[in-house]
């Protein structure tokens, strides 16, 4: 994009404070920043003034229904004919691996990758090490599964010298592939773009949903088909207890004859802060637990269970035939308030303390409903589930320490 270009699209959209103090930049400088602006997503920025205009489309009221889950009673009664079905896959080289890796562990006091984060007691144990320990356990065989790792403008490069200096955990290097999520510019409260240095956009990772279109534009698809690969596990960076291509999923999966599948657990509570498989207007989805009602919330069945009582916990299995041709297909894309970084219109840097703009994100539990279908397979929480979004308290570093104890992992 040249200057001329960026500077109409500009005008053209009220943002050419953007292009101020252009002509002090160095040549690299400019490219980025021109760079930045061929790739703003219009359409998402259009979605902020029309909130603040008051002619954000409304959504209709939808249609919500309970979606059974293949509980874990019936998992164990067919647990050879899925572990067989799914080994059967791995040794083919139909399934793959995706760790989404794109988060700074700033709120874990680590200025560094999540995935850096020290988990071990008695010596060091890192996630990043315990989830390809994970990983390792489903390789069948002489078969490797190929795993490929999401990361971010702001946590790629030392990510990729993370593994190279820990030998890649003694996973093969050959089978290990970086891609960096791609960005989406943040707004403040008045839609105008931020910036977050003199010649450079106030950006940040445009959500989980996007890790197919970022694996694709990094080139990736192509590897994926000279493999054969049929499957991807998708699976998060902050949970060390996640079962990573596991063959029993992945056979239950595939014998359903569904194009997805979603790992749940049974909630603690009616009320925990977890996305619920479901229906909505008769499609597999995921609604988030703050649009629940209170009365959806606690609703039980004759048995006393929570009808809405499966959350889901981040570890996906997509088929890449269904994933490519949904590829274009729009994602939702959900407009939320942070606390973003900025400089002022004299260069000052401002690190605010509330929130004062919007970032816009796709989230991958609306990839779920575009897939067309889902088997909810529930897994058992206490061996599966110890996310860490804290250092302390409930889903924190101390509770996930536990529960790998619990599992039998050394730590």
């Not at 010298?161 to 030998?167: I, N």
């Not at 290990?176 to 240095?197: C, R």
């Not at 989230?363 to 897939?371: A, F, K, N």
Request: glycine fraction near 8%.
């Amino acid at each position: 994009m040249t200057f001329d270009e960026a500077f109409k699209v500009l005008k053209d959209h009220g943002q050419e404070h953007v292009l101020n103090g252009f002509n002090e930049l160095s040549d690299k400088e400019k490219e980025i920043l021109l760079n930045q602006i061929g790739d703003i997503n219009w359409d998402d920025i259009s979605l902020v003034k029309s909130r603040i205009n008051g002619t954000e489309k409304k959504e209709s009221e939808k249609k919500i229904m309970p979606l059974p889950a293949l509980e874990l009673s019936e998992i164990e009664s067919k647990k050879d004919e899925y572990r067989a079905a799914g080994n059967k896959a791995i040794q083919d080289g139909r399934t793959a691996a995706v760790l989404l890796a794109g988060g700074m562990g700033t709120r874990l006091g680590l200025d560094k990758p999540k995935g850096e984060l020290d988990i071990g007691e008695t010596g060091n144990l890192y996630l990043f090490e315990r989830l390809v320990e994970n990983l390792k356990t489903s390789c069948s065989g002489n078969t490797s599964i190929p795993l490929y790792i999401m990361t971010s403008e702001k946590n790629d490069e030392e990510t990729r010298r993370f593994f190279k200096e820990h030998d890649y955990f003694g996973y093969p290097k050959e089978d290990i592939n970086f891609f960096i999520q791609e960005m989406a510019p943040a707004v403040d409260f008045h839609g105008k773009l931020l910036m977050e240095a003199p010649g450079r956009l106030a950006t940040s990772p445009n959500g989980n949903g996007g890790w197919f279109s970022s694996l694709a534009r990094a080139g990736l698809i192509d590897d994926l088909h000279r493999r054969g690969v049929e499957w991807i596990n998708i699976f998060s960076v902050d949970n060390p207890l996640q079962n990573i291509c596991d063959p029993v999923f992945v056979g239950a999966t595939i014998l359903s004859g569904c194009k997805s599948g979603s790992k749940v657990v049974r909630k603690n509570d009616p009320h925990e802060k977890m996305g619920v498989v479901c229906l909505i207007d008769d499609m597999p989805s995921v609604i988030e637990y703050y649009e629940l009602t209170e009365e959806m919330a606690d609703a039980r069945d004759e048995k006393g269970s929570l009808i809405y009582g499966f959350g889901v916990i981040l570890n996906y299995l997509f088929s890449i035939d269904k994933l490519e041709e949904i590829m274009n297909d729009k994602l939702p894309v959900h407009i939320v308030e942070k606390k973003i970084p900025y400089i002022d219109e004299n260069g000052t840097l401002i690190k605010p303390t509330e929130p004062n703009g919007y970032k816009f994100e796709s989230l991958v539990v609306d990839m779920v409903r575009l897939m067309g279908d889902t088997l909810p397979f529930e897994v058992a929480r206490e061996k599966e589930f110890a996310p860490i979004k804290n250092l302390h308290g409930v889903d924190s570093l101390d509770s996930a320490r536990e529960l790998l104890k619990k599992a039998g992992v050394r730590i």
